[in-house]
């Protein structure tokens, strides 16, 4: 599996921003359709909230696409 690191310059980021800004998604949309089907651990928990908070040190996984971001 990839490991992306994503720095980031704010306290935190909304995890389906978080997709878009890494590239890992092209728009908002596709973001809320992913995180609403389950297909995004965060911290190794299925999380389905697309507002949830990522923050430094957080672990974003979507195994579909065999990616792992590291938050710095």
Do not use: P, Q, W
């Not at 359709?33 to 672990?59: L, P, S, Y």
Request: charged share 35%; aromatic share 4%.
């Amino acid at each position: 599996m990839d490991r992306e690191k994503i720095k980031i310059n704010t306290e935190f980021i909304k995890l389906d921003s978080l997709l878009k800004y890494s590239g890992i998604v092209e728009t908002g949309g596709i973001a809320k359709e992913i995180i609403k089907d389950g297909a995004v651990k965060f911290n190794g928990e299925v999380c389905t909230m697309r507002g949830k908070k990522v923050r430094i040190g957080d672990i974003v996984t979507i195994e579909e696409l065999n990616v792992e971001i590291e938050i710095i």
